[in-house]
């Protein structure tokens, strides 16, 4: 089995920060892709950030300059450093990994943390 835990969610004022990992467990082989996803209420789940295993990294054009994503291979662990937080970024975030395992290559999901960005 592989479990996706999320931290660091939280509520903050616009303009604000906030950092969320993600560490993955379990029996994993190697973890090709690592990434963030968002849904905002009545909102489709949209991609935020992704990060591959050598390091390449995508963002949606919405965070691009303001969020970075990161990612400890040794670890299994993913970070987004979220900057200059605005109201629209108020979202349940989810992390999501691409892992090779023995059985085969799957998508796991974590179970959301919620961000809320409001004065």
């Known amino acids: 089995q592989v479990q996706l835990v999320e931290s660091g969610g939280g509520l903050v004022q616009p303009g604000g920060s906030l950092r969320l990992s993600c560490a993955a467990s379990?029996?994993?082989?190697?973890?090709?892709?690592m990434g963030w996803y968002r849904q905002a209420p009545g909102k489709e789940r949209e991609l935020v950030a992704a990060?591959?295993?050598?390091?390449?990294?995508n963002y949606v054009d919405s965070v691009k300059g303001r969020f970075t994503i990161s990612r400890d291979n040794a670890k299994n662990t993913v970070y987004l450093q979220m900057n200059s937080l605005k109201p629209e970024d108020t979202a349940v975030y989810y992390c999501?990994?691409?892992?090779?395992?023995?059985?085969?290559?799957?998508?796991?999901w974590g179970q959301g943390t919620q961000v809320t960005v409001s004065s």
């Open positions: 999501y990994a691409f892992i090779r395992t023995m059985r085969g290559e799957y998508d796991y």
């Open positions: 379990g029996s994993i082989g190697s973890i090709r892709v």
């Open positions: 990060i591959t295993s050598g390091g390449s990294t």
